[in-house]
């Protein structure tokens, strides 16, 4: 119908009178260009899926695997970006709800991030000679970024950072009323415990963040093209204190 309707439509329109050729004309335009964009997009999205179906299996795995980190970096990004937003929360249950849900998303993110991150380190170690025959060996390039122990500690520091933000502000809503209404000298303790186990989290996440970093970067100036598999610009920056 797409096809054959650039050809057959015109002829209709111009045996009919003028108004009447015109509405079918405006009827066809909308009609033909709705559809030209839906099949434009199903193709786009069957294109993708189905991008490495020509590949070997192996290869196949790795370049999935490759695109899962690719993708898990950068909803990282967007969602640390999100959480500094969120990082003068107003102290209401609402907010603070919304907060805990927020980071318990970006937990699953950076859970699903560095499943990819083991997965590929698996298969290059168990497929190294494949890979030197396929001229697959720029991946190394990317295992040795997330192998590295500066990374790796930059990892685990937002993972504890994360559980331990979100602990407090469970704490926080659990006893809601007796922090910051009645004040009891036992709950103002233990948040005041859970606030401390949070800061020091922050701090040491910042520290290897910056460590990190210095790694990046160095890596980068001997392989550029690297670049779209490390982590973005957000997650260079300092996370800020919750208050």
């Known amino acids: 119908m797409v ?23 405006v009827v066809f ?7 030209s964009i839906a099949e434009f997009y199903i193709y786009s999205n069957m294109k993708e899926k189905f991008k490495y179906d020509d590949l070997p299996p192996v290869t196949r795995q790795i370049m999935e695997t490759i695109d899962s980190l690719k993708v898990t970096n950068s909803e990282l990004d967007h969602g640390l970006a999100g959480l500094e937003k969120l990082s003068k929360v107003d102290s209401r249950i609402k907010e ?24 590929l380190a698996k298969l290059i170690l168990n497929n190294k000679s494949y890979l030197a025959k396929q001229d697959l060996d720029w991946v190394y390039g990317i295992e040795e970024f997330y192998t590295n122990r500066n990374v790796t500690l930059h990892i685990n520091s937002l993972e504890t950072y994360l559980k331990d933000f979100q602990a407090l502000l469970q704490y926080v809503v659990i006893n809601f009323y007796f922090i910051t209404e009645h004040k009891t000298q ?12 949070y800061r020091r989290a922050l701090s040491t ?4 963040n910056v460590q990190r970093l210095e790694f ?10 690297l670049q779209p598999y490390l982590p973005g610009d957000r997650q260079t920056e300092t996370l800020r204190l919750w208050e």
């Open 3 to 25: 096809l054959m309707a650039p050809v057959t439509t015109p002829y209709f329109i111009f045996k009919s009178r003028k108004t009447k050729g015109m509405i079918l004309f």
């Open 29 to 35: 335009l909308v009609t033909f260009t709705m559809v």
């Open 96 to 119: 603070l709800k919304h907060t805990i849900e927020f980071v318990e998303n970006l937990r699953t993110i950076l859970s699903k991030n560095q499943l990819a991150i083991n997965q």
């Open 186 to 197: 036992e709950h103002l303790k233990n948040y005041d415990e859970y606030y401390l186990r």
């Open 205 to 208: 996440h910042n520290k290897f």
């Open 216 to 225: 990046q970067n160095d890596l980068l100036l001997k392989h550029p093209d």
